[in-house]
């Protein structure tokens, strides 16, 4: 439920269809979750994020039939047209999106996702940008967990981080 209504309110938020295709729409859903992760330790969608040719995307059990609800419900539009020569699906939000669901910590963590992926980047990059140390290690088809995406930070590991995995290992039953 938070995944279809997640995808409305992007859709919604960028008004230009040429600006959001299936893959800058795949990939918001998907940072907004990782930042969302990484601040407050929970994502926004709690769907499963699996590795494909372009990227990390969610799993199509979960995105597709999200996807396919908003078209019947008459609250997108999809269309397939040519955009620079390559296809593009399309999005048009045709109703305002319910976000109520939504804290407003959630609302900005996406707002700020959208306009860097929807007005900063195009397909190609955002892509590129993607496919990194933990995309890298995953077989095409497998579960990319969000905490996997600690360990493409910089840095060293220090003592916060290590209460933090321990607290994580618990709260998982994996701990001491």
């Known amino acids: ?45 709690d769907v499963v994020y699996i590795k494909r040719q372009f990227g990390p995307v969610p799993n199509p059990k979960d995105f597709l039939p999200a996807r396919t609800n908003l078209e019947k419900e008459g609250k997108i539009a999809i269309t397939k047209n ?11 939000a045709l109703q305002r999106p319910d976000i109520s669901i939504f804290t407003p910590e959630e609302i900005s963590i996406v707002d700020i996702v959208i306009e860097k992926i929807c007005l900063n980047h195009t397909t190609s990059s955002i892509n590129e940008l993607s496919h990194d140390i933990i995309w890298e290690a ?13 360990a493409s930070r910089i840095g060293e590991i220090n003592e916060e981080d290590i209460r933090w995995a321990n607290s994580q290992a618990k709260q998982l039953g994996m701990g001491r």
């Open 1 to 45: 439920m938070k995944l279809e209504m997640l995808m409305h309110y992007i859709i919604w938020k960028c008004q230009d269809p040429t600006t959001l295709g299936a893959t800058k729409l795949n990939k918001s859903l998907l940072y907004s979750d990782i930042f969302s992760y990484v601040e407050h330790g929970k994502s926004i969608t």
């Open 82 to 92: 040519l955009y620079h020569g390559m296809p593009q699906y399309q999005f048009v």
């Open 138 to 150: 995953a077989e095409i088809g497998e579960e990319i967990p969000l905490y996997t995406y600690f």
